[in-house]
């Protein structure tokens, strides 16, 4: 029997003359993503798309599995082809949904009849299709309320489908479709859940690192790789760049007040990073702040930092309380990684007392001490690229 | 790069060569099973009893006392859950110490979970539990004192005598556990005189492969077995013995000089180490005078342990922060000790064996020298 997953892709089919260029991309995505486990055809046809394993045994529940972290599907399933003829229909349907319906006591048949055609109406086909499997399974009893599962007959252009219930997909946009953009990481909760929300509206990531080794070791590097290779499960492959930043650090310590260590700290980081992202190509720079979690995200010491960025820095949780940044951090399971306690380069040099509402002019006289512009260059020269794969692991292995 | 230099050896040391020769003898000629009746079997249970006597050697003890096991969390989950739950009926009080190994102290979060009295004493300045705090916390209804000989961060020695002579003294029906992970094999230990019932150690801080140890249970003692099955070890550890690490346990103890001829010159390290620390700036000493000469704790005031770590990890110098089992976690043993949260967060742990020199710690004192010169200190609180 002939199986296939179906891609409902929610809210590209509100777009308007550009949505093919949605619906490629989105199948750019998963041709990706399923690339590991076997060659497939893709379809599309009314805002739905057809995968179609090209081998017999392909790995469904690990095909599906995938699916679950695509941005761009609103919802999927898999499910069984039919001819467009009720009588395969019929004779399709007991065997192909057998266990399904042994491990439940109601249901209902729900007819999707997008090729008008077809000679039974929806109803008709509910009606026999439903008295089939009544007729197969006799401990089944039809519940048009609440049923334990709907089944699902569609009648479309190329072939018919029975399906049983959908798989909720990630939603957004497909990754790239609203271009490419850098988000700073530090090894925190907040960061990667902002990534992560930001690859969901279509943004393909870059990814920017500061280290101070030795006052930060090996591993506060290899959680923020960590972290990357969860998030790149959904935004796909992201490139990572690790800015050393010890000097600047030292020099910050040397030459600026305490109090306005870590703003221009802060300050330095968006220099460099909205060059080196304007660099590769990025339009926006992405950061995990939240409005007053520390001392260094009041609207003042936001203002200070973004007045430096030469690019829009987008701050998806600005609005969010850290609980509901942690609901989503465990969704997307970074919460574990996050919480391992290593010294990152936002710890290493905290002030006694921040100074939280710097008025303007401020921050630039803390800063005149600073050699800014080689100080700036040495970093971006010094910064080592690498690639965040989702699915390259086991380094270590013998 | 010269030479690592390893001065972790609390949280683990280097397989010695019998150790691994020991090893690979029964991996790859004497590999049978010692509870099988055929000659390979027999090969075997030959061998693990040279090595159960190798052990009860060391303690001064029966071979019989000895049980083998995973290693140092077995063991110490096995005595503190297995006499609790023996002396349940005839007590609810339990005794040990607030600066415990994990193994002991989470066991000891369950069993209080579980309706248990539990009394941590916390030590003095020196990271000691005074002796007298054992004679006034140690009642009649006491059923189970648990306290380690030496303290894995700062190498404190506690009074574990003391322990025995409160529970002989108050007429308890306890019995007394002794997490010596860190002491045998370093310190004489003859488990009659120190008046244990329950003795736990493990084989990988000793020179052997991880994943061995053994608890010493006193003759005529009973506890419920941890581990049941086929009957081994006398029905108190089943499971096929785990020879390999048995074996490597057995090489580590051959080539194990005697713990009181050894004394001497790791005395003399401590104090050299002692002297070339505490002349640079910044540098407190937290290990106590008169500790286990393994063991030495000092803070570098101003910098972050961590940070401390990693640079010294340049220099290719193994050091830790504390005990390896919590790492990133300020230290509950120094705080316990009454120390300073910024000291704590500034600890370094120097942990020595047989093999550490004076060239090794000479190289660490200007190591260190040079970072406190080089890198910046944190803003502390």
Known sequence: ?????????????????????????????????????????????????????????????????????????????????????????????????????????????????????????????????????????????????????????????????????????????????SGHAAVLISGGIDSPVAAWTMAKRGLMLDAIHFASPPYTGPRAEQKVRDLLGKVSQYSGVIRLAVVPFTEIQEQIGEHCPEEYFTLVMRRMMMRISSRIAAQHGCLALITGESLGQVASQTLPAIAATDA??????????????????????????????????????????????PHTRPKPGQCEAAEEGLDMEPLIERAIAGTVYSYIDPFVKGETDP | MEPLIYLDNSATTKPCETAIAYLNRVLSSAWGNPSSRHRLGLESERFLREARQAVAARLHCREEEIIFTAGGTEGNNTAVFGAAMKGRKRGNRIVTTAIEHPSVAVAM????????????????????????????????????VSVMLVNNETGAIQPVRAAADAIRQSGAPALLHCDAVQAFGKM??????????????????????????????????????????????????????????????????????????????????????????????????????????????????????????????????????????????????????????????????????????????????????????????????
């Open chain 1, 1 to 177: 029997m002939k199986e296939i997953i179906l891609i409902k892709d929610g809210e590209i089919a509100l777009k308007g003359l550009n949505r093919c260029n949605f619906e490629s991309a989105l199948a750019g995505s998963i041709r990706r993503r399923l690339k590991p486990l076997g060659e497939v055809e893709i379809r599309k046809a009314q805002s739905t798309l057809y995968i179609e394993p090209k081998q017999e045994d392909y790995d469904f529940e690990e095909a599906l599995n995938r699916m679950k972290k695509i941005f761009g599907i609103a919802a999927f399933s898999r499910a069984c082809v039919c001819e467009k003829d009720i009588t395969d229909i019929l004779a399709k349907a007991p065997v192909y949904l057998k266990e399904t319906m042994e491990s439940i006591r109601t249901f209902k048949v729900e007819a999707k009849r997008a090729d008008k055609r077809f000679p039974l109406k929806s109803p008709e086909i509910c009606a026999q299709v439903g008295e089939a499997l009544l007729n197969a399974f006799p401990h089944l009893s039809v519940d048009v309320h609440h049923p334990d599962e709907i089944i699902t007959v569609e009648v479309r252009d190329y072939a018919a489908y029975i399906r049983g219930g959908q798989i909720r997909g990630a939603g957004g946009l497909p990754v790239g479709t």
């Open chain 2, 188 to 381: 004489p230990i003859a488990v009659e005189k120190l008046g244990v019932d329950l003795l736990t150690a493990s084989g990988h801080k000793i020179h052997a492969v991880k994943g061995i140890g053994f608890l010493y249970l006193r003759k005529g003692v009973q506890i419920p077995a941890y581990l049941v099955g086929g009957g081994q070890e006398s029905g108190r550890r089943s499971g096929t013995e785990p020879m390999p690490g048995i074996a490597s346990l057995y090489g580590a103890l051959k080539e194990l000089p005697e713990e009181k001829n050894q004394l001497p010159r790791m005395q003399e390290l401590w104090y050299y180490a002692r002297d070339r620390f505490t002349a640079l700036p910044g540098v407190e000493m937290n290990s106590p005078e008169g500790c286990l000469p393994y063991i030495f704790n000092m803070s570098v005031m101003g910098y972050r342990s961590e940070t401390l770590l990693n640079a010294l990890d340049q220099y290719g110098i193994c050091v830790s922060s504390g005990s390896a089992c919590a790492k990133g976690k300020g230290s509950t043993v120094l705080l316990e000790s009454g120390l300073l949260p910024r000291r704590v967060d500034s600890a370094l742990r120097l942990s020595f064996s047989r093999e550490t020199t004076k060239e090794e710690i000479d190289r660490t004192a200007d190591a260190l020298g040079e970072i406190i010169k080089t890198m910046r200190k944190a803003y502390t609180k």
């Open chain 1, 308 to 353: 430096v960025s030469t690019l829009p820095v987008l701050r998806p949780l600005i609005g969010n309380d850290k609980e509901e940044i942690v609901a989503i951090s465990r969704k997307i399971d970074t919460f574990d990684i996050s919480i391992l306690p290593y010294e990152d380069c936002c710890t290493v040099f905290t002030p006694r007392h």
């Open chain 2, 109 to 144: 979060d369950r069993l209080e979970q579980q309706g248990f009295e539990v009394i941590r004493l916390k030590p003095e300045k020196n990271g000691s539990i005074s002796p007298e705090q054992f004679f006034s916390a140690v009642t009649p209804e006491t059923v189970l």
